[in-house]
């Protein structure tokens, strides 16, 4: 392949089926001008997607850290890449057809533009409460943004210039990369175009508070390395989860406590009604994501529920900086 115009880098894991999903979709994109070159990176897979990924025509990397990371493999993707724009996604996600057509226009029309995404969805929303609520956790309003996901178009330009992803970075990645880019005078653009759908495949409890416990990590070790710098992602995210964790189990334990002493359940009934009160506030404010009133009561259980779990995450990121200790990685699937 000579010249390629778009590199695309996919990053997988034992992804199987989702593999050859992801992989078809990039084969089936709307015309672009120019060849786009596939380059698949496994991180030890054992059920055989690097040979899956051959056979799709991808140039296939192998790589196998002692402290696996998602930036680990899209660095080793696009600095063998040959286009000047990279197009990174995960192994269980598929890209809708039009997105790249649409990006490349946007890039070509904005040169202050660094990196281009658009909107990622459940592929099978209907299939747990987890991935129905998680869903809209992905939508974010189009426009200039702060950061985007591990689904987006970059120019390999500014890439190089930052010298790439943090790889010492186990979650968290893609905004501390766009805060670094930002600081070059570069923006982020979220354009009104589906991207990709993605199976998170989520049925169990302990995935849940897993992916929420890694969120926490990242927030805290991002908002720390970046507190000092002219973007300082997630700062007041992590004293607003630290607040509102407090709040919502000194509540719970002021309740319980005030129903022993006075041998009543009145207390537990007002804090239920007051639990009840931020969760359909929380789902009224989020009515602009949906219009399902039982998926927007859910999604107002979670946005109060995460935030122990994110917490834990926080206060474990802590404890391991005390300990001069590196956490290793979260793995939620």
Known sequence: MKNPSVSVVVIGRNEGQRLA?????????????????????????????????????????????????????????????????????DGDTRLHPAFLQTALQALAAHPEVAIVWGHRRERYPERTL????????????????????????????????????????????????????????????HIDQPMTDHDLAMTRWQAY????????????????RMKNTAFPLWVSECKRNAIHTGVLLAM?????TLAVLISDVWPLLALLLT?????????????????????????????????????????????NRVRNRRQGLIEYK
């Open 209 to 224: 508070w897993k992916r929420a416990l890694r969120a926490g990590h990242a927030y805290a070790e991002v908002s720390q």
């Open 130 to 189: 987890y991935n129905r609520v998680l869903d809209l956790d992905w939508i974010y309003p189009p426009g200039i943004t702060d950061f985007c996901g591990g689904d987006a178009l970059m120019r390999r330009e500014v890439l190089e210039s930052v010298g790439g992803f943090s790889e010492d970075l186990i979650a968290g990645e893609e905004p501390e990369l766009c805060q670094r880019i930002r600081a070059l005078g570069n923006t982020i653009l």
């Open 252 to 256: 719970l334990v002021g309740a319980l």
């Open 21 to 89: 999903d992801c992989l078809a979709s990039i084969k089936a994109v709307n015309p672009i001008d120019g060849d786009i070159e596939l380059i698949y990176v496994d991180s030890n897979s054992q059920d055989g997607s690097p040979e899956l990924a051959e056979t799709f025509g991808a140039k296939v990397l192998r790589v196998l850290p002692q402290r696996p990371c998602a930036a680990i493999g899209r660095n080793a993707g696009w600095r063998i890449a040959s286009a000047p724009f990279i197009l990174f996604l």
């Open 275 to 319: 639990y009840s009160f931020l969760i359909v506030r929380s789902a009224y404010k989020a009515r602009w994501k949906c219009s399902q009133p039982v998926t927007l009561l859910l999604y107002g259980v979670h946005s109060h529920l995460q935030q122990i779990p994110i917490a834990l995450g926080q206060l474990g990121y802590w404890v």
